[in-house]
């Protein structure tokens, strides 16, 4: 567990010193790509079909997650040894920095501080919360919000914080107060610099959101360039690429979820996308050809 820990920040480790145009020799990851999307600079970054914006998969769980099947109701333990998950679906807490017109944004925050690995990943890349200037939120949900907010203050104080109307109205207009402390707080905090989109925009950065609602009511995917951002649109891809139709216990519409799913995976194959997903497996990259 330890030296797949040392492994990651390596890897973010090398990701910095590319992504700081500093001496690349130091790496001892792939050579630089011959054309910009074609090969990924490192597994953990690709640079986009624009041939400039940057990617990269920030892992905020400690160690290895491995989600067990009893997660998907549907999944009978035969499908479940047929595909040899038996020991379990492998699995992430991740989040996704994107270097773009020479500013930094996230998507999504993760777990937050004191739980999750992500300010710590953000340091040892050089990039500091305070040089966040854009969040974008696939969701509500305590693994993607959490990192926004440490003791009632922002986590990253220089950002503004795109999130969907639907979902905002959900968490904060029509579920219980006493069950959204979280998402209250982060809202009130962010309140100063908070964008509500609707599906379809094209927000900052040229970065469209898709609706992917069921996980969530406004449960949402982002778009830029080549680049698919599918949050929370499966928990266990090993599972649910071969049968989009398992819903994971945490999806709160499970038809919804599952049209969903099947919508935006064809999309995603239909148009050659690298997706990039919240639970993805380790690198939580997702590379054309490989969601079919
Ligand atoms: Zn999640």
């Known amino acids: 567990m330890k030296q797949n820990h040392l492994f990651s920040f390596s890897g973010l480790l090398c990701a910095s010193i590319l992504l700081g145009s500093v001496i690349l020799s130091s790496c001892t ?26 990617v990269t998969w920030i892992k905020d769980n400690q160690g290895h997650s491995l989600r067990d099947a009893s997660l998907f109701p549907d999944a009978t333990p035969e499908v479940v040894k047929e595909l040899g998950l038996e020991e379990g679906i492998p699995s992430t807490i991740s989040c996704f920095l994107l270097h773009v017109d020479g500013k930094w944004a996230l998507f999504d925050t993760g777990l937050g501080l004191g739980k999750g690995l992500l300010v710590t990943a953000l340091d040892s890349l050089g990039v500091p919360p305070d040089s966040i200037s854009v969040i974008y939120i696939t969701h509500f949900h305590g693994d993607h919000i959490g990192g926004m907010v440490y003791e009632g203050k922002p986590v990253f104080p220089n950002a503004e914080v795109y999130a969907g109307q639907r979902e905002f109205d959900a968490w904060i207009k029509e579920m219980p107060r006493e069950n959204t402390k979280l998402q209250q707080e982060a809202m009130v905090v962010y309140n100063e610099h908070l964008h509500l989109f609707q599906f379809g925009d094209t927000l900052v950065h040229g970065v469209v959101a898709i609706d992917a609602v069921g996980h969530t ?76």
């Open 217 to 292: 009511p406004g449960h949402t995917v982002f778009q830029k360039e080549n680049l698919l951002v599918i949050g929370d649109l499966m928990h266990g891809a090993a599972l649910q690429i071969p049968h989009p139709e398992y819903n994971a216990r945490f999806d709160m519409d499970k038809d919804q979820a599952a049209a969903s799913r099947v919508r935006i995976l064809k999309y995603a194959n239909d148009n050659n996308l690298l997706m990039a997903g919240m639970h993805l497996a380790e690198p939580a990259f997702l590379e054309p050809g490989q969601a079919k």
């Open 29 to 54: 990851s792939k050579p630089a790509p011959t054309a910009a999307g074609e090969e990924s600079l490192f597994p953990n970054t690709y640079v986009l079909d624009d041939g400039k914006t940057t």
